[in-house]
């Protein structure tokens, strides 16, 4: 048995990257109980709508980097490959560029809007757009080749930079503007480790090929891209709006121990996130229905299991889970912390039927995903009163999401089967 498993090129890159996701994990949640305790909630609320903001730009990056992991994995000519990524990087950069000038007109709006206590999360917000940009491409580049192991010592250099660099800047008197400094500077780090570990391999100032341009590789790619905002923007609506809207709905106080408590339970989401990032390398349209399946189905064991698990520590121990985490401040809303946790799990389930789509470009998650988004906003809107409501909008939306994919999965392996006969 020990001997398949190792043959096992799923369950080998994925326990490379587990192991290395889990160290990151670990730096990741200790960055929290940190900041929880050097900080006041409300300031600590600053820092969670900080990165909220860059999970939800992320949606963007996210798009590029899985078709320029796709392009990688699957391009054969390298000077063909650089010179794409090349196009889709200055595409990327123009975007960023129109996307910051907005924000930055919009600062002072978006602090009311959010209740934030200064201006710095939203200027720090453009300064990581712009590191983003250039980090992107490297890291899809090794995510492509399935360097997993590398793809994950770029995790460990920005878990343990925050925690370095946040942790002696806030120290230093500089508040929440000081973990947000701190984040910025290892996004730094990740950059220059990125560049080191690719310069000699990927180009990305590469002269156009007018063949490749002309071929409209670019364009078929762009309209790929797009398809992968609207699935992977469902995904990180539904993990990430939380601290927003109740960031925007409650008080300063409320929300920053609220955010605590949603900074635990992603703990599920980013635990499983290994699966997904695996699940999309292995899953091909050239595969065999067959082989597909048994990723997919592997994928969905191991994240049940895992989840499951992390899920029942929530129910049974969910104070002493707060308060080694957070401390006695954050006591007060454990009791949220199991329904956060099924909600985080929903959504990692939910991911992972995306990402499987995506791999195998079903086009039909561009209007899926708008009726996601619209439910989630719809019952948000009808539920708002209490934090508890805003969550049970959340659980119910996250709910028929899963249940829909689960019927799309059925229907296309059913269709795939009967067009093989």
């Given at each position: 048995?020990?001997?398949?498993l190792?043959?096992?090129?799923?369950?080998?890159?994925?326990?490379?990257?587990?192991?290395?996701?889990?160290?990151?994990?670990?730096?990741?949640?200790?960055?929290?109980p940190?900041?929880?305790?050097?900080?006041?909630?409300?300031?600590?609320?600053?820092?969670?709508?900080?990165?909220?903001?860059?999970?939800?730009?992320?949606?963007?990056?996210?798009?590029?980097?899985?078709?320029?992991a796709?392009?990688?994995?699957?391009?054969?000519?390298?000077?063909?490959?650089?010179?794409?990524?090349?196009e889709?990087?200055?595409?990327?950069?123009?975007?960023v560029?129109?996307?910051?000038?907005?924000?930055?007109?919009?600062?002072?709006?978006?602090?009311?809007?959010?209740n934030?206590?200064?201006?710095y999360?939203?200027?720090?917000?453009?300064?990581?757009?712009?590191?983003?940009?250039?980090?992107?491409?490297?890291?899809?580049?090794?995510?492509?080749?399935?360097?997993?192991?590398?793809?994950?010592?770029?995790?460990?250099?920005?878990?343990?930079?925050?925690?370095?660099?946040?942790?002696?800047?806030?120290?230093?008197?500089?508040?929440s503007?000081g973990a947000?400094?701190?984040?910025?500077?290892?996004?730094?780090?990740?950059?220059?480790?990125?560049?080191?570990?690719?310069?000699?391999?990927?180009?990305?100032?590469?002269?156009?090929?007018?063949?490749?341009?002309?071929?409209?590789?670019?364009?078929?790619?762009?309209?790929?891209?797009?398809?992968?905002?609207?699935?992977?923007?469902?995904?990180?609506?539904?993990?990430?709006s939380?601290?927003?809207?109740?960031?925007?709905?409650?008080?300063?106080?409320?929300?920053?121990?609220?955010s605590?408590?949603?900074?635990?339970?992603?703990?599920?989401?980013?635990?499983?996130?290994?699966?997904?990032?695996?699940?999309?390398?292995?899953?091909?349209?050239?595969?065999?229905?067959?082989?597909?399946?048994?990723?997919m189905?592997?994928?969905?064991?191991?994240?049940?299991?895992?989840?499951?698990?992390?899920l029942?520590?929530?129910?049974?121990?969910s104070?002493t889970?707060?308060?080694?985490?957070?401390?006695?401040n954050?006591?007060?809303?454990?009791?949220?912390?199991?329904?956060?946790?099924?909600?985080?799990?929903?959504?990692?389930?939910?991911n992972?039927?995306?990402?499987?789509?995506?791999?195998?470009?079903?086009?039909?998650?561009i209007?899926?995903?708008?009726?996601?988004?619209?439910?989630?906003?719809?019952?948000?809107?009808?539920?708002?009163?209490?934090?508890?409501?805003?969550?049970?909008?959340?659980?119910?939306?996250?709910?028929?999401?899963?249940?829909?994919?689960v019927?799309?999965?059925?229907?296309?392996?059913?269709n795939?089967?009967?067009?093989?006969?």
């Open positions: 048995m020990i001997n398949t190792k043959k096992d090129t799923f369950l080998r890159h994925y326990a490379i990257f587990f192991s290395g996701s889990m160290v990151v994990a670990v730096l990741n949640y200790f960055f929290y940190i900041l929880s305790r050097i900080l006041l909630p409300a300031d600590f609320g600053d820092v969670q709508v900080y990165l909220s903001l860059i999970t939800q730009a992320g949606i963007l990056f996210g798009a590029f980097t899985i078709v320029a796709n392009i990688t994995a699957n391009s054969e000519n390298q000077y063909e490959r650089n010179t794409i990524l090349t889709l990087k200055r595409i990327c950069f123009w975007i560029c129109v996307a910051s000038i907005f924000l930055l007109f919009g600062a002072p709006y978006l602090r009311g809007f959010l934030l206590s200064s201006i999360p939203l200027l720090g917000l453009i300064l990581a757009l712009f590191l983003s940009t250039n980090a992107t491409f490297r890291n899809a580049f090794l995510q492509g080749n399935s360097n997993f192991f590398e793809l994950s010592l770029s995790g460990f250099v920005s878990s343990a930079g925050r925690i370095v660099f946040a942790v002696l800047l806030v120290w230093l008197g500089m508040t503007s947000i400094a701190g984040i910025l500077l290892a996004q730094g780090a990740v950059l220059y480790y990125l560049f080191m570990r690719t310069r000699n391999q990927l180009d990305l100032n590469s002269r156009a090929n007018i063949h490749v341009l002309e071929g409209g590789t670019i364009k078929k790619e762009l309209l790929y891209g797009l398809l992968i905002i609207f699935a992977t923007g469902l995904v990180t609506f539904i993990h990430t939380d601290i927003l809207i109740i960031k925007h709905l409650f008080d300063a106080n409320d929300a920053g121990i609220y605590g408590i949603s900074a635990i339970a992603k703990i599920i989401f980013f635990l499983l996130s290994p699966i997904v990032a695996v699940l999309f390398s292995s899953i091909k349209i050239k595969n065999t229905q067959k082989e597909n399946f048994h990723i189905i592997k994928s969905l064991v191991i994240s049940l299991c895992l989840g499951g698990v992390t029942l520590i929530f129910y049974y121990f104070d889970t707060v308060k080694v985490l957070l401390g006695e954050y006591r007060g809303s454990a009791y949220l912390l199991p329904k956060v946790g099924l909600i985080m799990l929903l959504c990692s389930l939910v992972i039927f995306v990402y499987y789509f995506l791999a195998l470009r079903r086009f039909f998650l209007g899926l995903s708008v009726l996601g988004v619209l439910s989630v906003v719809g019952l948000l809107f009808l539920r708002n009163d209490s934090i508890d409501a805003v969550l049970n909008s959340l659980l119910i939306s996250s709910g028929i999401l899963l249940a829909l994919l019927v799309f999965y059925v229907k296309d392996h059913f795939r089967h009967t067009s093989l006969q």
